[in-house]
């Protein structure tokens, strides 16, 4: 029998480590009532999954198994895995980012989210890299979130510490850029805006004012009433 859900709303947020778009899209979805998915998450799980079978996250065929072994009626327990956020499985993530396999092994559990939103949710807002350009194309609104490189290694720096991490400046702006680049020269969907994105340069706002920003472009591009003043 068909889903006879009404079709839900989506919000694609993408943009570059630490510029973010994490905790806008969580504040969003909270805001509207949506479902969330931080599809980085995704990504980490398969990186973190290589490196705990000794494995190397640059190796295709075992980026490829990973990515499969992944099955979503446990994928939301393996998302909630706190040694996800460590800075080397951000590291693998995006290595088995690059294998076209890898990606391809992780859209239909995405693009399912996306169509039937968990808990019967009204919309969904995914965020990611490549979410208005290939997992979500028709989404509703799509934002690209920007700061400084420099205002983003800050945001990454302090978060470290503050969960105890011992860093040091100039090695997380090292790590930031060197992920920019593999996200953004990778052959198979590279970090790019989508080209109806809204550009939000967060360099210089906090995380309020960049969700007043980004409600107000919501509201006024999907006619969306409720929740926005
Ligand atoms: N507008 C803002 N101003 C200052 N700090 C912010 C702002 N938005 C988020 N932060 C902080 O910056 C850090 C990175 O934010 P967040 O995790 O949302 O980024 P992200 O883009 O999702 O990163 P990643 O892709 O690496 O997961 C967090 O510590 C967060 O609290
Ligand atoms: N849609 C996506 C999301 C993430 N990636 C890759 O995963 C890495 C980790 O993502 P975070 O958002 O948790 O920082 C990221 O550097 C990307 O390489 C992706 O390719 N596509």
Not at 94 to 100: G, T, Y
């Amino acid at each position: 029998m068909p889903d006879a859900r009404p079709t839900a709303m989506v919000i694609a947020i993408d943009g570059p480590a630490a510029s973010g778009k994490g905790t806008l899209s969580r504040r969003l979805a909270d805001r509207l009532h949506f479902a969330h998915l931080d599809t980085g998450s995704l990504y980490r799980a398969v990186g973190l999954a290589v490196l705990r079978a000794g494995g190397n996250p640059s190796d295709a065929a075992q980026a490829t198994e990973a990515a499969y072994a992944l099955h979503p009626e446990t994928t939301p327990l393996v998302l909630a895995d706190p040694a996800l956020r460590a800075d080397e499985v951000a590291s693998a993530a995006s290595q088995v980012a690059i294998v076209p396999a890898v990606r391809e092994a992780l859209l239909a559990f995405q693009r399912d989210f996306a169509a039937y939103p968990p808990g019967n949710a009204r919309g969904a807002v995914l965020d990611g890299r490549d979410i208005g350009t290939i997992v979500c194309p028709d989404a509703d609104a799509k934002l690209f979130v920007t700061a400084s490189v420099e205002a983003r290694a800050e945001r990454r720096l302090k978060e470290l510490r503050e969960r105890g991490v011992p860093v040091i400046y100039a090695a997380v702006l090292e790590d930031m850029r060197e992920r920019d680049a593999r996200d953004s020269q990778r052959a198979v969907a590279p970090l790019k805006p989508a080209a109806d994105a809204f550009l939000l340069d967060t360099s210089s706002m906090n995380a309020d004012q960049a969700l007043d920003a980004a409600i107000s472009f919501i509201c006024s591009k999907t006619g969306l009433s409720d929740h926005c003043a």
